[in-house]
C-alpha cells in the first residue's frame, strides 16, 4: 500500500467555496459499500435510506475563533492558529505563520495578553503560553480558521458550525454535520431514527496530505474526544436489536472506533464503554470495523488520512470509482461540499 493509491485529480472549479441554502440542500451520492452500487440523491432525502432503530451518531464539537493575529516586538506582525490546549489555561499548540520565532520570543496579541514561545515543535508548530487564559478574548480578537482551499469570505460564521454544535474546542468543523437541519431532524426522528453525540475536538491534521510514500509511518496527531454513557447506552441497545449505528463524519468514526478498541468488542453482543481521552487511531485499509455500520461523510482530499478511512471502510477502488462519478457529475468536494452515504 502507497501514499499514491489514494490520489485523484480534482479540477479547482470542483472545490465548493461556498455554503448552500437551505443546508440540506445538497447533493448525496448514496452507496452500497458490499457491491459498490451508486445512486445518486438530495441529502434533504436521507430518511429514504435509513430504518426505524437506526441510529444516528453525531459530534456536537463547535469550533472555535482560533486564529489571532500578534506582534513581534520588532513590530512584525504574525498570524497564530490555536490547535489545542495544554495541560493548564495558559498554554496552547498553535501553527505560527512568521519568520523568526524561537523559543523565549515574546508576542503581542492584538487586543489580547501578552505570550510567550516556550517551545518549538515540527515544522511551524509552538508551543505558546499567555500570560492570561485566551478562551475569554476569543470573541472579540479571533477568527473562524476556513481551510485554505475555500477562498470566499464567510459572511455568517455559525454557517461553519453544525446546529447541533455544543462542546467549543475544534479548529475546523465535522463538516459532515454541516447538512443536517432542525426540520431534517426532526423528520428522521419522527420516522423511529435515533440520534446520539460524541465530541472530538478537530485538529487541522486530520485534513492534511500524507507527505511519506508509506502511509503506515506517518505520524497522526492525536485528537481528544469523548463517547458519553448515555451515547454508549445508546449504540449497545441498537446493535443488540440489529439497527445500524451510522456515524455522521469520519471524527465520530475515529471516536467510536477509539472505544471500540478499548472495549475489546468482539461482536455485537460485546457492550460499548464510555471513553475519554486523546486518539491516535489511524483508520486505514485493513481496519476492522467494531461499531460502524454506515458512514455519512464529505469528499476529501488526496492523499489525506481520511480518505483512507473512506477506503478502509468501503474500499479504495469503490471510493474512487465513487469519486470519478462524483467529479464527472458535477458534485462539490471538500468543507462546503456535497455528502456520501455509505452502507
Given amino acids: 500500500m502507497k501514499t499514491s493509491d489514494f490520489d485523484y485529480d480534482l479540477p479547482p472549479g470542483s472545490i465548493a467555496q461556498t455554503p448552500l441554502e437551505p443546508r440540506d440542500s445538497s447533493r448525496l451520492l448514496v452507496m452500497d459499500r458490499y457491491s459498490g452500487a451508486l445512486e445518486h440523491a438530495i441529502f434533504r ?15 456536537q464539537t463547535r469550533v ?29 499548540e498553535c501553527l505560527v505563520g512568521g519568520k523568526g520565532l524561537s523559543a523565549g520570543r515574546s508576542l503581542i496579541i492584538e487586543n489580547g495578553p501578552a505570550a510567550e514561545i516556550m517551545e518549538v515543535l515540527e515544522g511551524s508548530r509552538r508551543r505558546i ?33 453544525t446546529i447541533y454544535a455544543q462542546d467549543p474546542g475544534s479548529a475546523a468543523a465535522p463538516t459532515a454535520g454541516l447538512h443536517f437541519t432542525p426540520r431534517l431532524m426532526d423528520e428522521l426522528q419522527g420516522k423511529g431514527i435515533g440520534f446520539a453525540y460524541v465530541t472530538l475536538h478537530v485538529g487541522l491534521d486530520t485534513f492534511a496530505p500524507v507527505t511519506e510514500d508509506d502511509p503506515t509511518v506517518h505520524e497522526i496527531h492525536t485528537e481528544w474526544c469523548d463517547l ?20 455522521v463524519g469520519t471524527t465520530t468514526v475515529r471516536t467510536l472506533e477509539s472505544a471500540a478498541k478499548q472495549s475489546l468488542l468482539v461482536d455485537r453482543r460485546s457492550q460499548l464503554k464510555p471513553s475519554t481521552g486523546n486518539t491516535d487511531l489511524f483508520i486505514m485499509p485493513g481496519h476492522t470495523f467494531r461499531v460502524v455500520d454506515g458512514l455519512i461523510t464529505n469528499f476529501h482530499l488526496p492523499k489525506s488520512t ?38
Avoid: C
Fill in 228 to 247: 458519553p454513557k448515555e451515547t454508549a447506552d445508546k449504540i449497545n441497545i441498537t446493535r443488540q436489536a440489529h439497527g445500524r449505528v451510522v456515524a
Fill in 306 to 343: 481520511l480518505i483512507m478511512l473512506v477506503s478502509a471502510f468501503a474500499g479504495r477502488e469503490s471510493i474512487l470509482h465513487a469519486y470519478g462519478v462524483a467529479r464527472e457529475d458535477g458534485y462539490r468536494f471538500y468543507s462546503f461540499g456535497d455528502a456520501m452515504l455509505i452502507l
Fill in 129 to 161: 503560553r499567555f500570560a492570561e487564559p485566551i478562551e475569554p478574548f476569543l470573541p472579540r480578537v479571533g477568527n473562524v480558521p476556513l481551510p485554505p482551499y475555500i477562498h470566499e469570505p464567510l459572511k455568517d460564521p455559525e454557517r461553519y458550525q
Fill in 64 to 92: 472555535i475563533p482560533a486564529r489571532i493575529y500578534a506582534h513581534k516586538p520588532s513590530g512584525g506582525r504574525i498570524e497564530v492558529l490555536l490547535l489545542r490546549p495544554g495541560g493548564d489555561r495558559l498554554t496552547w
Fill in 45 to 59: 432525502d436521507l430518511g429514504k435510506y435509513l430504518s426505524p432503530g437506526d441510529l444516528l451518531v453525531l459530534n
